[in-house]
């Protein structure tokens, strides 16, 4: 059985007034537990994506549809249980942190929510110690943590997160990444996470979509993903020279590399099968050829096309 | 709603420029109080009464409490425009400016409760600051100088109010006072949901304010036909309630006045900001 869907787009689109389509006909689909990865260069639709999802931008083609509920119709019902970040987390600076999170909280839950809330969220990110002091007190890092502490306040079942390690030193990175596992594992709670760095979304991610040029390229699981555009192989095969001087001749791979006990190319997926006959009509014997690539190539081979 | 009120109102009452027009009445008031004081009002009243003295045999105390706190409402011409402007102004494009948006508007709250919760706490903001002015400067004009009658001059004409009457007179004044503010209010609200810094809406609904108060204050005739159609026409409505009789006619039909124009600006602001991306 299928994973239940809670956030899909159908052929999202936005054109602004220069009549440029910065997202066109997006069709996402996000499962109920899924740390989904959300992934594109720079200009490429991810924000103007995340902010039509959240409802600050409004769509100019197609619909978003959260649980089950359209949200240009059924907006109160579509965001009930969806919180998120959207760039940079910004706050009423000149307020604390307790009544940053009062405020966002009474909007979501529609009455003052309890103080032992806000304080076990604080908690939850390293700032119950911080909470009576002004935000404009805090460090970048501290506004992120709080950024997600008043994301997690009201238990929200999907958390958009845009950009969420953006101006952290490796320490903060590295705390938002468990910070957004844990939520998934223990809390349950889809994550839909945007980012431009790739290490981050392999690292967290099970699924991914890629956007590039305001088009959606690739969405799938990591792994099939990966998988399904194999350029980079691991061969190993014995006799490794006469192996590597085989591989050498063929004019379907490059880049061959004698590496440590095995020998690196570059071969298309397609190729594959030629490769393994070639080298078994020469007796060589093949135990395993592994896909090398990593997400940054797949990124490239996708987003350059 | 009320809960999304409280808060707009929280978060408006904490931001230091909100208490900008609060300072400047605490300060301008006794300082004008201070001022007349030292001269006992003398020549103010000699300049008031100036077309009359000829006529006339003036006595007894023309110079009190009441007449100060009406000299005092001549600042809702500009200088209190200018207060509400600056907290009203900021209303939406503070929150755009700051990236607040961001967090306010992907709650499941929609955006016309958010709208309405914000344009009560501007007027609510506008009514406390015109209620501000009515207690101080008729709580400290007559601590210093004291009750009497009203002597109300319109143009050629005397009135004197009986000092029994001026309490019902200046609330109907300072009543009618916040219903025209609001239209100030409403006008920068609007201005406000344009841009995404405050300065914008303070200077363009200054401009408009005093660009229409020229207009309809000069006696220039090519100006008589649009004078009826403009708000500033109808600004001075307080004025009323120190009339001998009170035109009520004259004052519902500007309140109307007043009242659809605020309706209009609001209407306005709810298209845009309905419609508005959140681009910040």
Redesign the interface.
């Known amino acids: 059985m299928s994973a239940e869907v809670v956030l899909r787009t159908i052929a999202l689109g936005k054109q602004y007034k220069s009549k440029r389509w910065a997202v066109q006909d997006v069709n996402l689909e996000i499962h109920r537990g899924d740390i989904f990865g959300f992934l594109g260069p720079n200009g490429a639709g991810k924000s103007t994506t995340i ?1 039509m999802i ?5 769509p100019t083609a197609g619909s978003v549809e959260l649980f089950g509920h359209q949200l240009s119709t059924e ?6 249980k ?3 970040i ?10 604390s942190a307790f ?2 999170m ?3 909280g ?3 839950l ?3 929510p309890l103080r032992t809330m806000i304080m076990d969220s604080l908690q939850l990110v390293g700032l119950a110690g911080r909470a009576f002091d002004r935000v404009k007190t805090f460090s970048h890092g501290m506004k992120q943590r709080l950024g997600i502490a ?1 994301a997690l306040l009201c238990k929200p079942e999907v958390i958009v997160l845009d950009e969420p390690t953006s101006g952290l030193d490796p320490q903060g990175m590295k705390e938002v990444r468990e910070l957004i596992a844990r939520l998934s594992r223990e809390h349950k709670m889809t994550v839909f996470l945007s980012s431009h760095l790739l290490n981050e979304v392999e690292q967290v991610a099970t699924r991914m979509a890629i956007i590039s040029k305001g088009k959606l390229v690739a969405q799938g699981s990591v792994e099939e993903l990966l998988r399904s555009k194999i350029s980079s192989v691991k061969i190993l095969s014995e006799p490794v020279k006469r192996s590597t001087a085989i591989l050498k001749k063929m004019k379907s791979v490059s880049n061959v590399v004698l590496n440590g006990d095995g020998i690196s190319a570059t071969i298309e997926k397609s190729d594959i099968p030629k490769v393994v006959k070639t080298l078994t009509a020469a007796e060589c014997k093949i135990y395993s050829i592994v896909p090398q690539q990593s997400l940054e190539e797949y990124f490239l081979s996708v987003t350059e096309e | 709603m009320f ?2 009120i409280y ?1 707009e109102l ?2 408006t009452y ?3 420029r909100t208490y900008i027009g609060f300072i400047a009445v605490g300060l301008i008031i006794p300082l004008i109080m201070w001022g007349m004081h030292l001269q006992a009002g003398h020549n103010f009243v000699q300049y008031q009464l100036r077309s009359l003295q000829s006529d006339f045999l003036i006595t007894g105390n023309l110079f009190n409490g009441w007449s100060i706190s009406q000299i005092i409402m001549n600042s809702l011409w500009v200088h209190v425009p200018f207060l509400i402007s600056l907290v009203a102004g900021d209303q939406l494009a503070g929150e755009a400016t ?13 955006r016309t409760r958010v709208l309405v919760s914000k344009y009560s706490a501007t007027l609510l903001y506008t009514a406390s600051l015109l209620m501000t002015i009515a207690v101080l400067s008729l709580g400290l004009g007559l601590m210093i100088f004291g009750s009497g009658d009203l002597l109300a001059v319109d143009r050629d004409m005397l009135t004197v109010l009986p000092e029994v009457h001026l309490w019902s007179r200046f609330l109907l004044a300072y009543s009618l006072a916040i219903w025209s503010m609001w239209v100030i209010a409403s006008l920068a609200f609007l201005f406000s949901s344009f841009v995404e810094n405050a300065i914008g809406p303070i200077i363009s609904t200054m401009t408009v304010v005093i660009g229409l108060l020229i207009i309809s204050n000069l006696p220039v005739e090519s100006f008589e036909p649009v004078k009826p159609y403009l708000f500033t026409t109808y600004q001075d409505v307080w004025q009323q309630a120190f009339k001998e009789p009170v035109n009520w006619s004259r004052i519902a039909e500007s309140c109307g006045v007043l009242g659809a124009y605020s309706a209009v600006f609001f209407s306005m602001t709810w298209y845009i900001f309905k ?1 508005k ?3 910040s």
Not at chain 1, 75 to 80: D, F, I, M, V, Y
Not at chain 1, 86 to 95: A, C, Q, S
Not at chain 2, 98 to 110: D, E, H, K, M
């Open positions: 902010r959240l409802s600050l931008i409004a907006r109160e019902a579509a965001l009930a969806v919180a998120g959207v760039e940079k987390p910004d706050f009423y600076l000149y307020l009544r940053n009062q405020i966002t009474a909007m979501t529609g009455k003052t008043q | 809960n999304l808060y929280f978060k904490a931001k230091w700051a990236g607040t948006f961001r967090l306010i508007l992907i709650r499941p709250v929609s419609r991306d959140i681009l």
